[in-house]
């Protein structure tokens, strides 16, 4: 029978069959007695099912599971690179990216070379966290650290390892910045938005303002998920750097209620981008991204809005705050006007326990209000 070598995975062969095109894996390797011996199997109908079930056999091969071989054959390193290639279809873009860089940056160059079985709690702290910690904030290796903890997790779950030794690591608490605007501040930063910046920009601020949403959100924005008559913005996708998705979580997925007055601020930035395209040659349909650039017409790059807020932070005067911080903005400012966590959330896209997570400080301040206020209706003055 002919095998041809997959250009994708190594060990993994395509075949002809009576029933078309299949696939098989044929791993060797070497026992205790240092007898070579071969692990295969075929009749797959994809080379991904193929892949996936060679790493099993090459987990079990590499941490004795197989009872030929040592389990001190397993490194971190090796442990990462299954662990990857086992779960990425089941992660977004962005967490796939997020833990590459984890991996290939952080822990294979610190710890890969350890094995998995033996790595201990304090040569985990010594070569892995106190290093981060005199590089990095401790945000970053908070991160790292979580990451790093999926991953054993799910070798504690496939039995390639007993048990997880790096669970009691202590990271200190990082320093929260203060990403949002009081009301004040946010009605200077948009009048400054308007006396300063081009329509785009300042429609957008608006929209990020009034709607809490995500700057991935409004940039996936398109005609067809407004709707003039009631008011509202539909959530149906995001875009950023690295492509359009679906939204980030099924939460995400919304229609939010806006304010009429920004409906028609919309509705007049949406005949202007018409207009726009057009003078630019470029036929408009209902489907493109309603945020454009007012040089080429083209989908507004998701850099731009790092750019506008850095120079209205700077023209206003104010502290500097992120795209993302209109959207801790709209939240802090709900919660202080005693809107329900839950309706909140919604608005958002988040969960109840999110908001409490996040916004607990907002909360904590509320319900002292509310002790204060009672306390205040009854007058009484002596109990």
């Not at 932070?313 to 939240?331: D, E, F, N, Q, Y």
């Amino acid at each position: 029978m002919n095998y041809i070598k997959s250009k994708k995975y190594q060990f993994v062969f395509s075949y002809e069959s009576k029933k078309g095109k299949k696939w098989l894996y044929r791993y060797r390797y070497y026992n205790n007695f240092n007898e070579r011996k071969e692990a295969s199997k075929q009749g797959f109908d994809t080379e991904k099912e193929a892949y996936k079930a060679l790493l099993e056999v090459q987990t079990k091969a590499a941490n004795g599971s197989f009872k030929e071989l040592s389990s001190d054959r397993l490194k971190v390193k090796d442990w990462m690179k299954i662990w990857y290639e086992t779960f990425e279809d089941d992660w977004k873009i962005n967490s796939q990216l997020q833990r590459v860089n984890a991996i290939e940056n952080h822990i294979n160059p610190l710890i890969g070379d350890y094995n998995l079985s033996t790595l201990d709690l304090v040569t985990y702290k010594t070569k892995f966290i106190k290093p981060l910690l005199a590089k990095y904030k401790p945000g970053t290796v908070d991160l790292l650290h979580s990451i790093f903890m999926i991953a054993v997790n799910a070798a504690v779950k496939n039995e390639s390892l007993d048990r997880n030794r790096m669970k009691e690591v202590y990271i200190p608490e990082p320093t929260k910045s203060e990403n949002y605007l009081t009301d004040k501040e946010l009605e200077l930063f948009i009048k400054t938005a308007k006396e300063t910046e081009n329509i785009t920009n300042y429609t957008l601020v608006l929209v990020l303002a009034y709607s809490g949403m995500r700057i991935g959100e409004a940039l996936g924005l398109t005609e067809d998920d407004l709707d003039f008559e009631k008011n509202t913005i539909s959530i149906n996708r995001t875009r950023d750097g690295k492509g359009t998705r679906t939204p980030k979580t099924k939460n995400s997925y919304r229609t939010i209620k806006m304010s009429p007055v920004i409906m028609q601020q919309v509705k007049k930035y949406l005949f202007w981008v018409k207009t726009n395209r057009l003078q630019f040659g470029k036929p408009y349909k209902s489907t493109d991204f309603l945020f454009c650039s007012y040089q080429t017409g083209d989908p507004l790059s998701p850099s731009t809005p790092i750019y506008v807020f850095r120079r209205l932070c700077s023209k206003s005067g104010l502290k500097k705050v992120s795209p993302h911080g209109l959207r801790h903005t709209h939240a802090t400012l709900l919660l202080k006007d005693k809107q329900p966590v839950i309706s909140v959330a919604k608005r958002l896209g988040n969960t109840p326990e999110m908001i409490n997570n996040i916004y607990g400080h907002v909360i904590e301040d509320m319900e002292d209000d509310l002790v204060d206020s009672f306390s205040n209706s009854l007058n009484i003055q002596n109990i």
